[in-house]
């Protein structure tokens, strides 16, 4: 692993470097991707989920026999675990919601805020090297609290060209019919042109690989929203003399093991954590199923030594973590001054897979330094505030003068008329 020891301010850029690829490596495909499934509809996505999930389907639509199929084969033991943790999902979210906001601004001017649900959202959901099941919760449960009144699914078809079954009992679980097996840059292309048998959407949500999360940033060119870029997995732990190495180090290996492309990082105040924590992950690591893909994240992750708290605070805040755990004696300094990171973790008892899958929170997160500028989905993400207004005369009256006089300062007669007329009506 790479350890670095109070590094220079000036590295620091250079050391928290992700090892993705970007938007400018992966446009090009993008963009020929888009184009053809732009003209070509199902054809151009039946192409490229043979060319790149090595499949050839006629048919992209998960039907509801299917569903039924996979409902049987989930055990009740798997299955109880998901409603403990759509139970908790659903708390959360729930009290995300917010009242209407109503003000008398002038007297007669009375002014509201109401949120409304987005009507057609296309949720995205991994299945390239694991079926992310978890993340149907994470979007399928607030974009019903919102009321969204389309909810399409796309993930990844096996070699097979089969959805795993927990991902359809998962789906149906939360009320999710339109399914379709489709991947990759294809399916954000799908949602956002819409193909013969795929709805075009308005808002795509979900995580994903490079690929994916490239395809949804080029997608809002196109006249779509999205959630955020949510990209590889990262994990950054601050950690001191207080923590357990062994629990961090099998924080950071949960985050390794998503992908070879995923970062994880340790920053430490103590020079023995770091050595006791590397020990621990050349164990554990030993014993993971998974062993080869988290090598290769662990190989591009960093031990880092910052002789400060303060200097601590500020490379994390610098690098914008999706996940960042809290383990030391100084949690609330940390926790009152981190600036950017997509959800925080606090002391020795918060694995960050409690956030992944059934504390409540949703996992679905910014990464690559986004952190610095997105939220991470919740429930306001499924819905757009509208404004209100409702003047009356008497509120025409106190307003409208500043109206005329401010149209007339822009130079724009038409929307000082719109005043001039009413209260020219009411003078009669
Ligand atoms: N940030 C978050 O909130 C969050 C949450 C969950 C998962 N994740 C991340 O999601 C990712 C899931 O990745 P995954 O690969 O397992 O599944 P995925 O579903 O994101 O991607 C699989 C698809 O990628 C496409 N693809 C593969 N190689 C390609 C290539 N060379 N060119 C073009 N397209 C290609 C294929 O069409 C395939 O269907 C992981 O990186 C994980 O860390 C992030
Ligand atoms: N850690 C991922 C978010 O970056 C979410 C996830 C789903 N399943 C397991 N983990
Ligand atoms: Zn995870």
Redesign the pocket.
């Known amino acids: 692993m790479n350890k670095i020891y109070n590094p220079n301010k000036e590295d620091w850029e250079a050391l928290l470097q992700r090892p993705t690829q970007t938007l400018e490596d992966?446009e090009l495909?993008v963009n020929d991707i888009f184009s053809e499934v732009r003209s070509k509809g199902d054809v151009a996505v039946a192409k490229?989920?043979d060319l790149?999930?090595g499949i050839k389907l006629d048919n992209f639509k998960v039907s509801t026999e299917d569903i039924e199929v996979a409902k049987a084969a989930i055990s009740s033991n798997l299955k109880d675990a998901i409603q403990l943790a759509k139970s908790n999902i659903e708390k959360f979210h729930k009290a995300q919601k917010t009242q209407r906001v109503e003000v008398t601004t002038s007297k007669g001017v009375d002014c509201w805020q109401e949120k409304r649900p987005i009507q057609k959202v296309g949720l995205?959901?991994?299945?390239?090297?694991?079926p992310?099941f978890s993340?149907i919760l994470m979007l399928a449960i607030p974009a019903n609290i919102a009321g969204c009144k389309e909810i399409v699914l796309c993930?990844?078809p096996d070699k097979n060209g089969e959805i795993n079954p927990v991902i359809l009992y998962t789906a149906a679980l939360c009320g999710v019919d339109k399914i379709f097996k489709i991947?990759?840059?294809?399916?954000i292309a799908a949602l956002t042109f819409g193909t013969e048998t795929v709805p075009k959407v308005y808002k795509i949500f979900g995580?994903?690989?490079?690929?994916?999360t490239v395809a949804k940033q080029l997608a809002t060119k196109f006249h779509v929203a999205i959630d955020m870029p949510?990209?590889?997995?990262?994990l950054l732990v601050v950690a001191d003399d207080t923590a357990d190495a062994a629990f961090v180090a099998s924080d950071l290996l949960s985050?390794a093991e998503?992908?070879a492309?995923?970062q994880v990082i340790l920053i430490s105040t103590s020079e023995k954590m770091i050595e006791d924590v590397e020990k621990e992950i050349e164990l554990q690591l030993e014993i993971l199923p998974r062993k080869e893909m988290a090598a290769k994240s662990i190989a591009n992750s960093k031990l880092i030594y910052l002789e400060s708290k303060q200097l601590a605070m500020e490379i994390i805040n610098e690098y914008g973590p999706?996940h960042f755990i809290v383990c030391t004696a100084h949690n609330d300094f940390y926790v009152e001054n981190v600036a950017n990171a997509?959800s925080v973790f606090i002391g020795n008892y918060t694995p960050e897979s409690a956030g992944?899958y059934a504390s409540g929170t949703n996992?679905?997160?910014?990464?690559n330094g986004f952190a610095k500028q997105y939220s991470?989905v919740n429930l306001d993400s499924f819905m757009k505030s509208m404004t209100f207004q409702k003047i009356s005369e008497e509120g025409i009256r106190n307003i409208g003068p500043a109206i005329e006089i401010m149209a007339e300062a822009e130079g724009l007669q038409a929307h000082k008329n719109a005043v001039t007329l009413r209260l020219n009506k009411l003078k009669k």
């Open positions: 992966i495909t490229y989920t790149f999930d995205y959901i991994p299945g390239g090297n694991a992310l993340t993930t990844p991947g990759g840059i294809q399916a995580p994903g690989n490079q690929f994916v949510a990209g590889p997995s990262e985050q998503h992908g492309d995923s999706e997509g992944d996992h679905t997160l910014p990464t991470g």
